[in-house]
């Protein structure tokens, strides 16, 4: 279903130290830098099923975020075998340096389209980008800044650190549910386990190894981040959700199957 690109209404931005306050103890020595170089690269990920409304629009707000004198950026999008002419605008936007596209012949699943995407990814730091626009990447500076600083090595984006009235009261309750099974079984403080805003150093997010394939990338990557002792950083951000009829893509038994991949994780082996 076509549908006109959603227009976010500018977010209300925090305090930095409002922002910290969810972060927690460093993990690290503080002042750490993410690299020994004067610049620090961004790779951002965007997997992408038939999404011919939104990718271009998103793409172009990815672009247009301003990440600081000092940061570049690189776009990495994984066409998970898309069948609705996704592909031919990724062709048209293709631009070398800038833009990387994999192209996979039969649709996997967001999972498998995360694990492609990484293997094109040369940045320092690693964000994912969802194709819909339910998250803003204006949001982008304020994910970056507790790693950019040396705050944390992984950083969430919460739907949930703000007051909000755009999130139906269904999907409020399934994340809410989710985060705290993920809190029970991990000792973790977190708000929002299914945010789509994820960002790692390089280096952390190689030492995971990944095996999903479907939407279970969110629940395996954070059981195996908390596995190994590191510390989720979260900080505020906007949403703007979509309905099935727009084409949002999760169902309810994508919740079961977090569930057990949360559980398979803590009490198994995590496969390093």
Known sequence: MSAEPAQLEPTPQPSLSAAKMACGPSPQPEGEPVTTSQRTRVSIVIPVYNER???????????AVDLGP?????????????????????DRMRT?????????????????????????????IVLFQDADLELDPQEYPRLLEPILTGQ???????????????????????????????????????????????????????????RCVGF?????????????????????IGYIPRTQLEGKKIRW?????????LLRYRFGSIGK
Do not use: W
């Open 216 to 236: 279970e990338f969110e629940p395996e990557v954070t059981a195996k981040v908390l596995r190994q002792g590191l510390k989720i950083c979260e900080v505020p």
């Open 152 to 210: 944390a090595d992984v950083v969430y984006g919460s739907r949930f650190l703000r007051p909000t009235r755009t999130v139906p009261l269904v999907t409020r309750l399934a994340n809410t549910f989710l985060t705290a099974v993920t809190n029970l079984l991990y000792r973790s403080h977190l708000t929002d386990m299914e945010t789509a805003y994820k960002v790692f150093r390089t280096d952390v997010l190689r030492r995971i190894k990944l």
């Open 96 to 124: 070398d340096g800038i833009i990387k596209v994999h192209t996979s012949l039969i649709n996997l699943g967001k999972g498998a389209a995360i694990r492609f995407g990484l293997e094109y990814a040369t940045g320092d």
């Open 70 to 90: 000092t940061v570049d950026r690189e776009l990495v999008v994984a066409d998970d075998g898309s069948r609705d002419g996704t592909q031919q605008i990724l």
């Open 253 to 261: 038994h994508d919740g079961l199957k977090a569930i057990y991949y």
């Open 53 to 63: 409304s939104t990718i271009e629009e998103v793409i172009r707000r990815v672009l």
